[in-house]
């Protein structure tokens, strides 16, 4: 048991990150009988913001920047993200101290008639606000068209329930969570969709310098998943593409053995780099980076350069 006995958890205010602060909240409580937990709901700019696509709007980071403010000004004692919201670099003073188990990383397809992807009639409409998603599925289907979507899991059921859309494309994370995989019509493999990078993870966030609090949290990692992550965020921060660029990352486990495979493509799904490595499963960060500067030599940086420009002028 800690000398404290009461922390406070930062979060956003959605029935998700609800749900995420309440697991960490009910594990930490069960783990250290007799420490207090409290919640506090932090509005981020992402929540502000529900009618733009976040690649307008500046992409990562704007879910965590101001829980991130509350825990640097030590008004809360961890923050509980989803690791896909985490932008490559994290302020000084902080780190992430924890990665719980994570959930199925991979994208699902709800479909209003329940149909699976390859039976979607032609044209079909698909809503996602994701350029990740958009592009690898105009990749494989150039012909479905795709409308932007916002807000909140439920929102976007609901908003799927209403009609204008044909499917939509959410995280399996999210919905096998809030126990809603009943709506799902199929899981989307990794060769079709690949996953964000951190999708289905958990992000605990605390200052360096609180060594009781990250005792605390220790006990909620898991190595594994920890393994993964790190490979998949290398090589996001070496490609500093941010949500104006479609990027994708997802790291599996066999053994001793991590294997990396990260894609970069053009937002129409006209052209996609996709490159696979393998190395030890603490290679980490450095394994990402030699996937990123793999997919760079053959045209990746190109397209990083051209949208990342675009976004500038727009």
């Not at 000398?3 to 995420?20: K, N, V």
């Not at 393994?227 to 001793?256: D, H, N």
Request: hydrophobic letters at 40%; charged letters at 25%; glycine letters at 10%.
């Amino acid at each position: 048991m800690t000398a404290r006995a009461t922390i406070t958890i930062g979060t956003r205010g959605s029935q998700l990150a609800l749900w995420q602060a309440n697991w960490v909240r009910d594990e930490l409580t069960r783990q250290h009988p007799g420490l207090t937990v409290n919640l506090e709901i932090i509005k981020t700019s992402g929540d502000k913001i529900t009618d733009v696509p976040l690649a307008k709007v500046g992409g990562k980071g704007l879910f965590v920047k101001e829980i991130e403010e509350a825990l640097i000004e030590k008004r809360v004692d961890l923050a509980v993200h989803s690791m896909k919201d985490m932008p490559g670099d994290i302020p000084a003073g902080l780190w992430i101290s924890a990665i719980p188990p994570r959930e199925v990383p991979f994208d699902v397809l709800l479909a209003r008639n329940g149909d699976i992807l390859d039976r979607l009639p032609q044209g079909a409409v698909i809503g996602t606000s994701s350029l990740r998603r958009a592009s690898q599925l105009l990749h494989y289907r150039p012909d479905l068209q795709i409308r932007p979507l916002r807000g909140n899991l439920d929102t976007r059921v609901r908003k799927l329930a209403a009609g204008d859309l044909d499917a939509i494309i959410l995280a399996a994370a999210g919905l096998n969570r809030l126990g809603m995989a009943d709506h799902i019509t199929e899981q989307l493999p990794s060769h079709i969709l690949l996953p964000a990078v951190g999708q289905g993870a958990l992000c605990i966030e605390t200052r360096e310098s609180d060594p009781e609090v990250n005792r605390l949290v220790q006990q909620l990692h898991d190595p594994a998943a920890a393994w993964a992550v790190s490979a998949e965020r290398g090589f996001l921060k070496r490609l500093q593409g941010g949500c104006q660029v479609p990027i994708a990352a997802y790291g599996t486990i066999t053994g001793r053995e991590l294997t990396l495979t990260g894609m970069v493509a053009e937002t129409d799904g006209s052209v996609i780099y996709r490159d696979t490595v393998t190395g030890p499963v603490d290679a980490g960060e450095g394994l990402g980076v030699r996937l990123a500067e793999r997919l760079i030599e053959r045209g990746a940086g190109q397209i990083i350069e051209k949208l990342l420009r675009e976004a500038e002028w727009s």
